[in-house]
């Protein structure tokens, strides 16, 4: 199977910034596309970005196009978020996804993390 960790949640102030990392690790060669979703409290999960297996395709959710830039290091099996000019409603648990496809085609991802806590304090 894969796993995948994250890593990099905390409290920050609005206008701040983080960088969440998330490793897989297991059956590494089972992961292609990665991406972020995130959930916040009431509300559905919902997609962030992802980034295709050889990472020159990107995907952005409009809310966070311009701040938010994913990347990969297939070397370390590892997708970061960098998350720049944070907002409030950015606070949420994000939650990295991996597919088996190499590219992302906005379908379910087939591996979860168990999610990192991001809030972002006004």
């Known amino acids: 199977q894969v796993q995948l960790v994250e890593s990099g949640g905390g409290l920050v102030q609005a206008g701040g910034s983080l960088r969440l990392s998330c490793a897989a690790s297991?059956?590494?060669?089972?992961?292609?596309?990665m991406g972020w979703f995130r959930q916040a409290p009431g509300k559905e999960r919902e997609f962030v970005a992802a980034?295709?297996?050889?990472?020159?395709?990107?995907y952005y959710a409009d809310s966070v196009k311009g701040r938010f830039t994913i990347s990969r290091d297939n070397a370390k099996n590892t997708v970061y978020l960098q998350m720049n000019s944070l907002k409030p409603e950015d606070t949420a648990v994000y939650y990295c996804?991996?597919?088996?496809?190499?590219?992302?085609?906005?379908?379910?991802?087939?591996?979860w993390g168990q999610g990192t806590q991001v809030t972002v304090s006004s």
């Open positions: 996804a991996a597919w088996s496809a190499r590219t992302y085609d906005s379908g379910s991802p087939g591996y």
């Open positions: 297991g059956r590494t060669f089972r992961v292609g596309a």
């Open positions: 980034i295709s297996w050889s990472g020159i395709s990107t």
